[in-house]
C-alpha cells in the first residue's frame, strides 16, 4: 500500500513538473506547480513528516504559489516572445545537459552508498507520547533558542531593508489627524442662522 | 538561574547589540525627522562602544553558551572588538554625506542606515562566535541582508540600485552553496557542532570524501564574503556602485569578521583533511594576491582601485591562514588589525575630498596635484598608500613580514615568494597614485569637505600607520597571540 502511494505521488510529482515548463500558459503552469508541491507533501506524509508536509502546503502552496498567480496575472509579460528563441538553443542546451547526464551516471555507477560516513547512528526520534511536530518546537524554543530568535532579526533586517528601498514620502496628500479630529469643538464648527423666506442661508 | 540566563550572559555583547538595534529603531522612528539621522548614529556608537567595553570585562578563557552553538574566547573577543570599531567608524564617517545628499537635505538621511549597521556588526559577532554550522549560516546571513540593502542606499542613483541587486543575488547563490556544504557536512560528520566534528575527524583514520566536498562548498560560499579569486567578481562592481561611505564599511568590518570564521571552520578539520583545505586556501591566497595586483594596473576609478586593493590584501591575509599554526593565525590577526586602520583611512580621505560641484571624487585623474590644493589630506592618503604597498618604515610592513614568516616556518617556501612578487606588482599602482597627487599638475580644485570628526578619524589612522605606529606593535603581538592561541586549545 505504502509503496502503491509512494509511486502515485511520485508519479504525479515528476508529471506535474515536466507541465510546469511545458504548459504554453503560464497560469496553467504555476496550477501545475501546486499540484506538484501537494504531490511533495504527500511523499513527505510516507516519510512520517507531517509537520513539513503541512509546511509545504501552508508556505508554498498558501503564500509563494498564490503570490506566482498575482504575478504572473498582474504583469504584462508576452511570454510567446520569451520562448520564441528558445527552440534555436535547444541542440545546445540538449548538448551540454547530455554531458552532464553521462558524468552523473558515471559517478553515479562507481558510487557505494555510506562511504566516508563518519557517524552512522541515526539522530534520536521524539520520545514516546509526543508528535513530530511538538518535538520540533520543543527544540526549536530550548536547545536552537539562540539561532531560532537571530533568525527573528534577519527577518526585521529584511523588513527595515524594504521599507527603506521602496518607501518615499509623498507630498500633497490627505492624511487622518487624530488629535485634530479630537480636537474639534461644536463651536469651531457648528453655526445655527435664519433661513429667510426666498433666500439663501450665508455662511 | 536558568541555564539560558548563563547563556545570555556568555553571549553579553550579542545581546547588547539585539536590545540596542531594537531601541535604536524606535529612537529613530520617534525622533523629528531632521534631527532623527544624528541622534540615531549617535546611538548606534554609543551601543558599539558599550558591547565593546562588555568585551573588555568578559571572564578569561573559553566559554560555551546555548548548548555549544556559541562560544566566546580569546579569539572571538579580539575580532569581535576589531569588527565593533570598524563598524562604529563607518557610523560616524557616513554621516556627513548622509546629511549632505538627497535634494531637500534629509531624503537620503535616514536614520535607517545605523540601524542595518548595528544588525549587521550583530551578525559578524555572531559569525566569529559561531561555534556550530547553524550559527555561522545565521550570523552570515545576518551581515549579508542589511550589507545588500547599504549597497543600495542611495537608490534614486542607478549604479547603486544595481550593486545592491548584484550583490544580492550573487550573494544569495553563494550562501545556497554554503548551505549545501553544511548539510553535506551534517549528512557525514552527524553534527554540526564545530568541537565535536573536530573531536570525530582527528581520530579518523581513512579520508571522507563527502566531508572533504562538504568543506570545499563551505569555503566557495566564505571566499565569496571574503572576495577571494576566484570569487571575487562581485567586489568591484560593488564598491564602485555603492555608496562611498558604504564601500569604507564592506572594506573593513564584514572582512575581519569572514576571516575569522573562516579560520575557526578549517581548524576544526585538524590532521589528515588539513592537508586537503589547505591546498585550496593556497590557491585562493596566490590567485588572490596576483589578481588583485595586476588587475589594478589597469584601473581609473578609485573605487574600483581600492577594490581590488582588499582583495590583493586578503589574499596576503590568507597566507597567514594556509599554515594552519597558531603563529599563522596571529599573523592573520595582525593582518587584519592594520588592514581595516589602512582601508579604512584611505577611504575617508576619498570621501573628505570634494570636486568643485559638491560630487564626491572617484576618478583618480581628479587627485591630480593634490599635494598642492589639500596637502594634508594628500600627505595621509601617501601615508595610507605607501603603508598599503608595505613600504618599510610604515606599519603596513610589519603584517605582511609576520604572515611571510609564519608561512616559511612552515615549509611555504613558495607561496611566501610569490607573494613577495605579488607585493611588488602591487607597490607600482598605489606609488602611481602618490606621483599622481605630488608631481601632476592640478587638474581640478578639490575641496575638503571638512567634517572634524572625519578629520579626526583620518588622523588617528594616519598616526597608526605611520612609524609612529610601531609603538603600538608590542601590545598588538600580545594581543594577537593570545587570541590564536585559545583556536588551540592544549
Same mark, same amino acid.
Given at each position: 500500500?505504502?509503496?502503491?502511494?509512494?509511486?502515485?505521488?511520485?508519479? #504525479?510529482?515528476?508529471?506535474?513538473?515536466?507541465? =510546469?515548463?511545458?504548459?504554453?500558459?503560464?497560469?496553467?503552469?504555476?496550477?501545475?506547480?501546486?499540484?506538484?508541491?501537494?504531490?511533495?507533501? /504527500?511523499?513527505?506524509?510516507?516519510?512520517?513528516? %507531517?509537520?513539513?508536509?503541512?509546511?509545504?502546503? &501552508?508556505?508554498?502552496?498558501?503564500?509563494?504559489?498564490?503570490?506566482?498567480?498575482?504575478?504572473?496575472?498582474?504583469?504584462?509579460?508576452?511570454?510567446?516572445?520569451?520562448?520564441?528563441?528558445?527552440?534555436?538553443?535547444?541542440?545546445?542546451?540538449?548538448?551540454?545537459?547530455?554531458?552532464?547526464?553521462? %558524468?552523473?551516471?558515471?559517478?553515479?555507477?562507481?558510487? $557505494?552508498?555510506?562511504?566516508?560516513?563518519?557517524?552512522?547512528?541515526?539522530?534520536?526520534?521524539?520520545?514516546?507520547?509526543?508528535?513530530?511536530?511538538?518535538?520540533?518546537?520543543?527544540?526549536?524554543?530550548?536547545?536552537?533558542?539562540?539561532?531560532?530568535?537571530?533568525?527573528?532579526?534577519?527577518?526585521?533586517?529584511?523588513?527595515?531593508?524594504?521599507?527603506?528601498?521602496?518607501?518615499?514620502?509623498?507630498?500633497?496628500?490627505?492624511?487622518?489627524?487624530?488629535?485634530?479630529?479630537?480636537?474639534?469643538?461644536?463651536?469651531?464648527?457648528?453655526?445655527?442662522?435664519?433661513? /429667510?423666506?426666498?433666500?439663501?442661508?450665508?455662511? | 538561574?536558568?541555564?539560558?540566563?548563563?547563556?545570555?550572559?556568555?553571549?553579553?555583547?550579542?545581546?547588547?547589540?539585539?536590545?540596542?538595534?531594537?531601541?535604536?529603531?524606535?529612537?529613530?522612528?520617534?525622533?523629528?525627522?531632521?534631527?532623527?539621522?544624528?541622534?540615531?548614529?549617535?546611538?548606534? =556608537?554609543?551601543?558599539?562602544?558599550?558591547?565593546?567595553?562588555?568585551?573588555?570585562?568578559?571572564?578569561?578563557?573559553?566559554?560555551?553558551?546555548?548548548?555549544?552553538?556559541?562560544?566566546?574566547?580569546?579569539?572571538?573577543?579580539?575580532?569581535?572588538?576589531?569588527?565593533?570599531?570598524?563598524?562604529?567608524?563607518?557610523?560616524?564617517?557616513?554621516?556627513?554625506?548622509?546629511?549632505?545628499?538627497?535634494?531637500?537635505?534629509?531624503?537620503?538621511?535616514?536614520?535607517?542606515?545605523?540601524?542595518?549597521?548595528?544588525?549587521?556588526?550583530?551578525?559578524?559577532?555572531?559569525?566569529?562566535?559561531?561555534?556550530? #554550522?547553524?550559527?555561522?549560516?545565521?550570523?552570515? %546571513?545576518?551581515?549579508?541582508?542589511?550589507?545588500?540593502?547599504?549597497?543600495?542606499?542611495?537608490?534614486?542613483?542607478?549604479?547603486?540600485?544595481?550593486?545592491?541587486?548584484?550583490?544580492?543575488?550573487?550573494?544569495? #547563490?553563494?550562501?545556497?552553496?554554503?548551505?549545501?556544504?553544511?548539510? #553535506?557536512?551534517?549528512?557525514?560528520?552527524?553534527?554540526?557542532?564545530?568541537?565535536?566534528?573536530? /573531536?570525530?575527524?582527528?581520530?579518523?583514520? %581513512?579520508?571522507?570524501?563527502?566531508?572533504?566536498?562538504?568543506?570545499?562548498?563551505?569555503?566557495?560560499?566564505?571566499?565569496?564574503?571574503?572576495?577571494?579569486?576566484?570569487?571575487?567578481?562581485?567586489?568591484?562592481?560593488?564598491?564602485?556602485?555603492?555608496?562611498?561611505?558604504?564601500?569604507?564599511?564592506?572594506?573593513?568590518?564584514?572582512?575581519?569578521?569572514?576571516?575569522?570564521?573562516?579560520?575557526?571552520?578549517?581548524?576544526?578539520?585538524?590532521?589528515?583533511?588539513?592537508?586537503?583545505?589547505?591546498?585550496?586556501?593556497?590557491?585562493?591566497?596566490?590567485?588572490?594576491?596576483?589578481?588583485?595586483?595586476?588587475?589594478?594596473?589597469?584601473?581609473?576609478?578609485?573605487?574600483?582601485?581600492?577594490?581590488?586593493?582588499?582583495?590583493?590584501? &586578503?589574499?596576503?591575509?590568507?597566507?597567514?591562514?594556509?599554515?594552519?599554526?597558531?603563529?599563522?593565525?596571529?599573523?592573520?590577526?595582525?593582518?587584519?588589525?592594520?588592514? =581595516?586602520?589602512?582601508?579604512? /583611512?584611505?577611504?575617508?580621505?576619498?570621501?573628505?575630498?570634494?570636486?568643485?560641484?559638491?560630487? $564626491?571624487?572617484?576618478?583618480?585623474?581628479?587627485?591630480?596635484?593634490?599635494?598642492? $590644493?589639500?596637502?594634508?589630506?594628500?600627505?595621509?592618503?601617501?601615508?595610507?598608500?605607501?603603508?598599503?604597498?608595505?613600504?618599510?618604515?610604515?606599519?603596513?610592513?610589519?603584517?605582511?613580514?609576520?604572515?611571510?614568516?609564519?608561512? &616559511?616556518?612552515?615549509?611555504?617556501?613558495?607561496?611566501?615568494?610569490?607573494?613577495?612578487?605579488?607585493?611588488?606588482?602591487?607597490?607600482?599602482?598605489?606609488?602611481?597614485?602618490?606621483?599622481?597627487?605630488?608631481?601632476?599638475?592640478?587638474?581640478?580644485?578639490?575641496?575638503?569637505?571638512?567634517?572634524?570628526?572625519?578629520?579626526?578619524?583620518?588622523?588617528?589612522?594616519?598616526?597608526?600607520?605611520?612609524?609612529?605606529?610601531?609603538?603600538?606593535?608590542?601590545?598588538?603581538?600580545?594581543? $594577537?597571540?593570545?587570541?590564536?592561541?585559545?583556536?588551540?586549545?592544549?
Amino acid at each position: 500500500m505504502a509503496a502503491f502511494a509512494f509511486y502515485l505521488f511520485a508519479g #504525479l510529482l515528476l508529471t506535474s513538473g515536466l507541465m =510546469v515548463i511545458t504548459a504554453k500558459n503560464p497560469v496553467h503552469s504555476v496550477l501545475w506547480l501546486i499540484l506538484a508541491f501537494f504531490n511533495a507533501a /504527500g511523499l513527505f506524509i510516507l516519510l512520517g513528516a %507531517e509537520f513539513l508536509a503541512m509546511l509545504l502546503v &501552508i508556505v508554498y502552496v498558501g503564500a509563494v504559489a498564490v503570490l506566482f498567480l498575482f504575478v504572473v496575472m498582474m504583469l504584462d509579460i508576452d511570454f510567446r516572445a520569451l520562448q520564441r528563441g528558445a527552440l534555436q538553443n535547444l541542440p545546445l542546451g540538449l548538448a551540454v545537459s547530455g554531458v552532464i547526464l553521462a %558524468e552523473v551516471l558515471l559517478v553515479a555507477s562507481g558510487w $557505494t552508498a555510506g562511504q566516508g560516513v563518519i557517524v552512522h547512528e541515526a539522530l534520536a526520534g521524539p520520545p514516546p507520547g509526543m508528535s513530530n511536530t511538538q518535538w520540533i518546537g520543543s527544540q526549536l524554543y530550548t536547545r536552537y533558542f539562540f539561532v531560532f530568535s537571530m533568525s527573528g532579526l534577519i527577518l526585521l533586517a529584511a523588513m527595515v531593508g524594504a521599507i527603506v528601498l521602496t518607501h518615499r514620502r509623498r507630498v500633497g496628500i490627505k492624511k487622518q489627524s487624530i488629535a485634530a479630529q479630537n480636537a474639534r469643538t461644536p463651536a469651531a464648527t457648528l453655526g445655527v442662522g435664519k433661513a /429667510g423666506l426666498g433666500q439663501g442661508v450665508e455662511l | 538561574m536558568h541555564p539560558i540566563f548563563a547563556s545570555i550572559a556568555i553571549a553579553g555583547p550579542e545581546t547588547i547589540l539585539t536590545l540596542g538595534s531594537l531601541a535604536a529603531l524606535m529612537l529613530g522612528s520617534f525622533t523629528p525627522r531632521h534631527r532623527a539621522l544624528a541622534v540615531t548614529s549617535l546611538f548606534a =556608537v554609543a551601543i558599539m562602544a558599550v558591547a565593546g567595553f562588555s568585551l573588555l570585562d568578559a571572564p578569561a578563557g573559553r566559554s560555551i553558551a546555548f548548548d555549544g552553538l556559541y562560544v566566546a574566547d580569546d579569539f572571538s573577543a579580539f575580532l569581535k572588538l576589531l569588527i565593533l570599531a570598524a563598524a562604529a567608524a563607518s557610523v560616524l564617517l557616513a554621516l556627513p554625506w548622509l546629511q549632505e545628499s538627497g535634494p531637500d537635505g534629509v531624503a537620503a538621511g535616514r536614520f535607517e542606515y545605523p540601524v542595518l549597521l548595528l544588525l549587521a556588526a550583530l551578525g559578524m559577532a555572531m559569525m566569529v562566535s559561531a561555534n556550530d #554550522l547553524l550559527t555561522l549560516y545565521v550570523g552570515l %546571513e545576518l551581515a549579508a541582508l542589511p550589507s545588500y540593502v547599504l549597497a543600495a542606499f542611495s537608490r534614486r542613483d542607478d549604479r547603486s540600485a544595481e550593486a545592491g541587486l548584484k550583490y544580492f543575488v550573487l550573494g544569495a #547563490l553563494a550562501s545556497g552553496i554554503l548551505l549545501y556544504g553544511v548539510t #553535506l557536512i551534517y549528512g557525514f560528520a552527524g553534527s554540526t557542532q564545530l568541537d565535536v566534528i573536530a /573531536g570525530l575527524v582527528s581520530v579518523q583514520s %581513512e579520508r571522507s570524501l563527502g566531508l572533504l566536498f562538504g568543506i570545499v562548498f563551505i569555503l566557495a560560499g566564505l571566499a565569496f564574503k571574503v572576495s577571494a579569486v576566484p570569487f571575487h567578481m562581485w567586489t568591484p562592481d560593488v564598491y564602485e556602485g555603492a555608496p562611498t561611505p558604504v564601500a569604507a564599511f564592506f572594506s573593513a568590518a564584514p572582512k575581519a569578521a569572514a576571516l575569522g570564521l573562516m579560520a575557526r571552520v578549517l581548524l576544526a578539520f585538524p590532521g589528515a583533511v588539513a592537508a586537503d583545505w589547505q591546498q585550496i586556501i593556497l590557491f585562493i591566497a596566490i590567485a588572490s594576491m596576483v589578481l588583485g595586483a595586476v588587475a589594478a594596473v589597469a584601473q581609473s576609478n578609485l573605487k574600483r582601485l581600492l577594490a581590488y586593493s582588499s582583495i590583493a590584501n &586578503i589574499g596576503f591575509a590568507l597566507v597567514g591562514l594556509a599554515p594552519g599554526t597558531a603563529a599563522g593565525i596571529s599573523a592573520l590577526l595582525f593582518y587584519i588589525t592594520v588592514y =581595516v586602520a589602512m582601508t579604512l /583611512g584611505s577611504f575617508l580621505v576619498v570621501l573628505q575630498l570634494r570636486r568643485p560641484d559638491g560630487a $564626491t571624487v572617484e576618478a583618480m585623474a581628479d587627485l591630480a596635484g593634490l599635494s598642492k $590644493t589639500q596637502p594634508r589630506l594628500a600627505a595621509a592618503l601617501a601615508i595610507f598608500m605607501f603603508s598599503l604597498a608595505g613600504i618599510p618604515p610604515l606599519l603596513g610592513f610589519w603584517p605582511k613580514f609576520a604572515v611571510f614568516q609564519a608561512a &616559511i616556518a612552515s615549509g611555504l617556501i613558495g607561496l611566501a615568494i610569490i607573494g613577495f612578487i605579488a607585493s611588488v606588482v602591487a607597490a607600482f599602482y598605489y606609488l602611481r597614485l602618490i606621483k599622481i597627487m605630488y608631481f601632476d599638475e592640478p587638474a581640478v580644485p578639490l575641496a575638503s569637505e571638512g567634517s572634524p570628526v572625519n578629520g579626526a578619524m583620518i588622523a588617528a589612522c594616519a598616526l597608526f600607520c605611520s612609524p609612529i605606529g610601531m609603538l603600538a606593535l608590542s601590545p598588538l603581538a600580545v594581543a $594577537t597571540a593570545k587570541a590564536a592561541a585559545s583556536l588551540f586549545p592544549a
